[in-house]
């Protein structure tokens, strides 16, 4: 089998050209080609010369997951349905706004931790994704996007912020999240600045120390309750790391942080946690930390059992942070009519873990 340079970082790129016979430089011009200029074809890399394109052509691949459908919502919001193999197929989301535009990216095929709210985590768990298979994601974004992007006022390129939020939990894929933020990150690839790459987690404490210290991105946390009782239920991983050591690990991971806060997501739920009770008690909660906090209306799903909250509640909810102090944003809803909001990714995932087959496309109707 052929190698995936896609699979590489800089470092894993300069070690297959030392393989080959090649010169460290050779790394970067590769990088380059793949990357910036989103060429699969060593043929058409134009500074090589032809004795290494074939012998490249002979040794390795640049293989992107394929493409299955391709979507775009009247508000402009983009998602890919993507193959990787055996049945199984993983989302893309592009949210174009007017100064920034943001590609959700999916680490796992499925998800294991099952948080009761989450669609994705009622599929069960496939498997990690790939180097390959999750900067795959970018690169076809990115090519895509590149082919009818006109330079806006405050921006130069269709994507200029990276949410790992799509399925799965990054940080249960660490090393295949970390070279792939290594990539978004490097200029001779996507150079995404820390600040604009947020990784999104249900609360992996061991592997948010590991990554302050190996690739400190934005953090965002699922908090999602204001205690340990509801958090123990909506996000089961709470009984393992619960709230109190998670804060911990946030004040830790702010001492690196490119950003010098965390945000906190809290998925807005009817009669669950959107009381103004549980406002008051989730700012005693985080007051002490450097934060922000994003309120996600809820998508609902078919046999979902929760209930979106009102948008009166949603803004008395929003309301008690605010007086207190707190940094609040409610997000807004987009790409509903494609069923790319927060947590209805829809890939097709054959679970391996607990659950028969079953896709939230299917699901959904
Ligand atoms: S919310 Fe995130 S961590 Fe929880 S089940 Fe869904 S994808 Fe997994």
Known sequence: MSIN????????L????????????????????IHRAGEADFDAMSDL??????????????????????????????????????????ETVYIPETSRGTLCISSQVGCALACAFCSTGRQGFNRNL???????QLWWANKALTETFTSEAGRE???????????GEPLTNFENVVTSLDLMLDDNAYGLSRRRVTVSTSGIIPAMDRLRERCPVALAVSLHAPNDALRDQLVPINRKYPIRELLGACERYLQSAPRDFITFEYVMLDGVNDSVAQARELVQLVRDIPCKLNLIPFNPFPDSGFRRSSANAVSRFRDV???????????????DDIAAACGQLAGKVLDKTRRAPRSIAEAAG
Do not use: Y
């Open 14 to 33: 300069t070690s297959f050209c030392a393989e080959i016979g090649e010169k460290p430089f050779r790394a970067r011009q590769l990088l380059r080609w």
């Open 157 to 167: 390129r269709p994507i200029t912020n990276i949410v790992m939020m799509g399925m």
């Open 5 to 12: 340079l896609l699979d590489f970082d800089a470092k894993g």
């Open 130 to 136: 790939t180097v390959a298979e999750i900067i795959g």
């Open 49 to 90: 010369a032809k004795g290494l394109r074939e012998k490249l052509s002979a040794a390795a691949v640049i293989e992107p997951p394929k493409v299955i459908s391709d979507h775009t919502a009247p508000d402009g919001t983009r998602k890919w349905l993507l193959s990787v193999g055996a049945g199984n197929g993983i």
């Open 321 to 335: 942070l605010m007086e207190a102090g707190l940094v609040t944003t409610v997000r807004k809803t987009r790409g």
